[in-house]
């Protein structure tokens, strides 16, 4: 399958909001799961929300209240709704799509939070 294609970052003050978007190409029948991780310098990726076909999410700790992810009406689609950014949240966003024969990953978007 093709790699995941992100858009969506930037560069946002802190308490402001964005919003990540997936597309995955492909049979939404094989998709498991879609799932945004992140990696700021000088630390390992981790995972921040993820969203099964049936809908069931998990979100880390420390975005928990603040980030919502969602997946679009064509099931190919997942975005990742930010808000009240902090400073921490700076790093390159991943989208993750777990298929019933492995996972794939996208090349990342930039999100930095900075005043």
């Known amino acids: 399958q093709a790699q995941p294609v992100e858009s969506g970052g930037g560069l946002v003050q802190p308490g402001g909001s964005l919003r990540l978007s997936c597309a995955a190409s492909?049979?939404?029948?094989?998709?498991?799961?879609m799932g945004w991780y992140r990696q700021a310098p000088g630390k390992q990726r981790e995972l921040v929300a993820s969203?099964?076909?049936?809908?069931?999410?998990t979100y880390a700790d420390s975005v928990k209240g603040r980030f919502t992810i969602s997946r679009g009406n064509a099931k190919n689609t997942a975005y990742l709704q930010m808000n009240s950014l902090k400073p921490e949240d700076t790093g390159r966003y991943y989208c993750?799509?777990?298929?019933?024969?492995?996972?794939?990953w996208g090349q990342g978007t930039q999100v930095t939070v900075s005043s």
């Open positions: 993750a799509v777990d298929w019933s024969y492995g996972r794939t």
């Open positions: 492909g049979s939404i029948f094989s998709i498991n799961v």
């Open positions: 969203i099964t076909s049936a809908g069931s999410t």
